[in-house]
């Protein structure tokens, strides 16, 4: 049988400067072919040219990457200090089909700016630039560096003691790297999972919802085969496109993977 097909929105960029192109980072694919199981598939950034119902029976989990700015509610263009460089059109309709999916039950991961993204999609506001705000850290990537040295781990984020991180990754804390200049101002994914020291939110979850709903505001994806927190996340997503593929298909999940 197939490996179940994973949507991994990507993002508008330019090439030289001049040429529009859809991007998607190599480390998502890697983490979801080799890691989560899945076959990766890099959906086109803006939402004018494919249609999420479409989507959504196409493909059997999506990841929500990490990329430029979430242009999130409640910030105002030219008003907020860091609410410059948004992009208004691409993967706004992506983002918004979070809440569809966690009513369906599809899985879907938010990765870095896809954290933000559920969390506007599910009637959340944020914060344009965390660094400004009284007693909270710079959790933007260092400019300078290796890759290595880019994606090290900064921080830690602490989970609640009955959410599903707890749960799945057998701790109440992990180290985690730290690439964001955004963050939650008030919660619309119904719970906050995790939080670092200075009291910015790093995991969701949406609660009641039937699937996989999993979201963080770091980037698991970065030696995701290896790494021990990064690794369980990609495994148990892969599980849940598996079971969602089979209950499409009307077969086992055993039988799916075989």
């Not at 989560?36 to 959504?56: F, K, N, Q, T, Y």
Request: a positive charge.
């Amino acid at each position: 049988m197939r490996r179940p097909i994973v949507g991994i929105i990507g993002n508008n960029n330019l090439l030289n400067d001049e040429y529009p192109v859809h991007t998607g980072g190599l480390m998502n694919s890697m983490a979801v072919a080799q890691v989560a199981g899945c076959m990766p598939l890099i959906i086109p950034s803006d939402p004018r040219l494919v249609s999420v119902d479409e989507l959504l029976e196409l493909c059997d989990g999506f990841v929500l990457t990490g990329a430029a700015k979430c242009a999130p509610r409640g910030i105002r263009r030219g008003r907020d200090r860091g609410a410059r460089g948004f992009r208004p059109v691409p993967r706004r309709g992506h983002a918004a089909a979070a809440g569809q999916l966690a009513a369906r039950g599809q899985p879907f991961f938010g990765i870095c700016r896809g954290f933000p993204e559920v969390n506007v999609a599910m009637g959340g506001t944020l914060h344009p630039e965390i660094r400004d705000l009284p007693g909270r850290m710079n959790h933007r990537m260092p400019p300078e560096g290796t890759l290595d040295e880019k994606f090290a781990l900064r921080h830690v984020v602490r989970f609640s003691e009955t959410g599903p991180f707890r749960r799945l990754l057998g701790a109440d804390e992990v180290m985690t790297n730290t690439l964001h200049g955004q963050g939650i101002k008030t919660a619309g994914a119904r719970i906050v999972d995790g939080w670092a020291p200075d009291g910015t939110p790093e995991a969701l979850f949406v609660e009641g919802a039937p699937g996989f709903t999993l979201s963080v505001q770091w980037h698991p994806e970065y030696n995701a085969a290896s790494d021990p927190v990064s690794r369980p996340l990609f495994e148990a997503f892969g599980d849940a496109a598996r079971a969602w593929a089979a209950s499409r298909a009307g077969i086992g999940a055993k039988a799916l993977s075989a």
